[in-house]
């Protein structure tokens, strides 16, 4: 069995979700595209479903071509600035509210 890298054991030693957002929330985006399968398998065993889908629009946004003025599409940076918000606000303990979508 292959072992964890210790940013990812960092993740999987989280007990409640505000530790898996502020984790989420810090995380650079070169381990988000490296190891984004084990990322989101941790927080879907963890049942952090706002988790794992705030690291989808994460790595949507690092593989988005940028637009003229070196800026993601606005679609995306909506989407980004809603779930950042999101991890945010569970970060610091408040309830989750709907998909962070």
Same mark, same amino acid.
């Given at each position: #069995? #292959?072992? #964890?890298?210790? *940013?990812?054991?960092?993740?999987?030693?989280?007990? %409640? @979700?505000?530790?898996?957002? @502020?984790? *989420?929330?810090?995380?650079?985006?070169?381990?988000? *595209?490296? @190891?984004?399968? !084990?990322?989101?398998? +941790?927080?879907?065993?963890?049942?952090?479903?706002?988790?794992?889908? &705030?690291?989808? +629009?994460?790595?949507?946004? $690092?593989?988005?071509?940028?637009?003229?003025?070196? /800026?993601? !599409? /606005?679609? +995306?940076?909506?989407?980004? /600035?809603?779930?950042?918000?999101?991890?945010?606000?569970?970060? &610091?303990?408040?309830?989750? %509210?709907?998909? $962070?979508?």
């Amino acid at each position: #069995m #292959m072992q #964890m890298l210790p *940013l990812l054991e960092i993740l999987d030693d989280c007990t %409640k @979700d505000a530790e898996r957002a @502020d984790w *989420l929330l810090r995380v650079p985006d070169g381990i988000v *595209l490296r @190891d984004y399968d !084990p990322i989101r398998n +941790i927080l879907l065993t963890a049942g952090f479903r706002h988790g794992a889908d &705030f690291l989808g +629009i994460r790595l949507s946004a $690092v593989h988005a071509t940028r637009g003229d003025d070196g /800026e993601l !599409p /606005e679609t +995306i940076r909506s989407a980004l /600035e809603m779930a950042r918000s999101a991890m945010r606000a569970i970060a &610091f303990g408040a309830p989750p %509210k709907g998909g $962070v979508q």
